[in-house]
């Protein structure tokens, strides 16, 4: 390839990056449940736009780096001002453990979401509680005792 058309190509590419700023990380339509999103553009961006609205009515917008920590949802993201529009959608998960200590439980909630926690002793609810995100809650229960947990909302 001659020296003219490499610089022709290189030209091209380097005004399609300034101009177009194509969507590349979270792909389009993608599913996920991690809420951290880190985005990815191919071109020269210098903030994205994240909203659950395809109009971008009431963006999330942030500088470099490109990380966002989005509740469960469904998003659409731009960078800057183009036209280009990634979609991509967190997936509630609903994720507990139960760990058994020396004279209590400890549950913990590892899903991506709040949940609602329901503790019953002889047929009778005796407590209930909502464990966020990461939050861990230490319990006292009585032989017989039984959690529910379920997504909140």
Same mark, same amino acid.
């Given at each position: ?9 290189? #030209? ?11 969507? =590349? ?19 020269? #961006? ?7 609205? =395809?109009?971008?009515?009431?963006? #999330? ?14 998003? %659409? ?27 209590? %439980? ?22 209930? #509680? ?24």
């Amino acid at each position: 390839m001659n020296k003219k058309k490499m610089l022709w190509i290189l #030209a091209v590419v380097i005004l399609t990056g300034l101009v177009l700023k194509v969507p =590349l990380n979270p792909k389009y339509g993608e599913i996920r449940t991690d809420r951290e999103v880190e985005f990815k553009v191919f071109g020269f #961006a210098n903030e994205i736009k994240v909203d659950d609205n =395809l109009e971008f009515v009431s963006p #999330a917008v942030k500088d470099k780096p490109f990380v966002f920590d989005l509740e469960p949802g469904e998003y %659409y993201w731009k960078a800057d001002n183009s036209f280009l529009i990634g979609k991509f959608t967190i997936q509630s998960e609903v994720n507990v453990a139960l760990e058994k200590l020396e004279d209590k %439980y400890r549950i913990s909630n590892l899903g991506n979401t709040e949940v609602d926690l329901g503790i019953t002793g002889n047929s009778f609810l005796t407590g209930a #509680a909502v464990l966020g995100f990461g939050e861990k809650l230490d319990l006292e229960l009585e032989n017989g005792s039984v959690v529910t947990v379920g997504q909140r909302g």
